[in-house]
């Protein structure tokens, strides 16, 4: 069984720092491209930032891009994402999800998601 | 960027109805349309991927078709379970958008 288990969220001021976590299981990670993904509050999904199977490969939203950094630890089956310069708009569930394939492309499973409330 | 489109924002049907969700792209993504299920306090559910292939696991009552620009979600007989909020999201080419998602009501 596919287990996506994020962690690391909480409540942090404005300007401030962050580090998600991702655990998975049930797959074999170093196959898959992992991808965040957040929900703000009241609003849809928003795509935050996906990474390669290999990690050799990651992308940004305009967003998040020179603020966020996506990364993956293949020996520990666990995706993460750090976070930095953080504004109020970042306030939102962060879900990782893992893709069917390599590119990051596509969404297949997801957590349960890690709430972030940027806020002074 | 692409940008994704959905119609209508929110729905409301009966038990048994036929429900139709569209999704426009801005352009051409050729079958690289996904659909999601997002249930209140749940993960968000892959459906469908590729415009049409049905996610294993997922009841036979959800349907997709489309290709180019304009997609179609469709639930053959609606049930208190699909209550829910759908998203469509293209996997055409980076960034990955999401529609702005449908939410549909019993």
């Known amino acids: 069984e596919v287990q996506l288990l994020e962690s690391g969220g909480g409540l942090v001021q404005p300007g401030g720092s962050l580090r998600l976590s991702c655990a998975a299981s049930g797959f074999i990670f170093t196959n898959c491209a992992m991808t965040w993904v957040r929900q703000a509050p009241g609003k849809g999904l928003e795509w935050v930032s996906g990474?390669?199977?290999?990690?050799?490969?990651?992308y940004y939203s305009d967003s998040v891009k020179g603020r966020f950094t996506i990364s993956r630890d293949n020996s520990k089956n666990t995706l993460y994402l750090q976070m930095n310069s953080l504004r109020d708009e970042d306030t939102a569930v962060y879900y990782c999800a893992k893709g069917r394939t390599w590119e990051p492309r596509d969404f297949h499973y997801w957590g349960q998601g890690t709430l972030v409330t940027v806020s002074s | 960027d692409i940008q994704m489109t959905q119609s209508p924002s929110s729905l409301s049907a009966s038990i048994g109805d036929r429900v139709t969700i569209t999704c426009r792209a801005s352009?051409?993504?050729?079958?690289?349309l996904n659909w999601y299920q997002h249930r209140p306090g749940k993960a968000p559910k892959l459906l469908i991927y590729t415009a049409s292939t049905l996610q294993s696991g997922v009841p036979s009552r959800f349907s997709g078709s489309g290709s180019g620009t304009d997609f179609t979600l469709t639930i053959s007989s609606l049930q208190p379970e699909d209550v829910a909020t759908y998203y469509c999201?293209?996997?055409?080419?980076?960034?990955?958008?999401f529609g702005q998602g449908t939410k549909v009501e019993v």
């Open positions: 999201q293209q996997s055409y080419s980076a960034p990955w958008t």
């Open positions: 352009q051409s993504i050729s079958s690289s």
């Open positions: 990474i390669t199977a290999s990690a050799t490969i990651t």
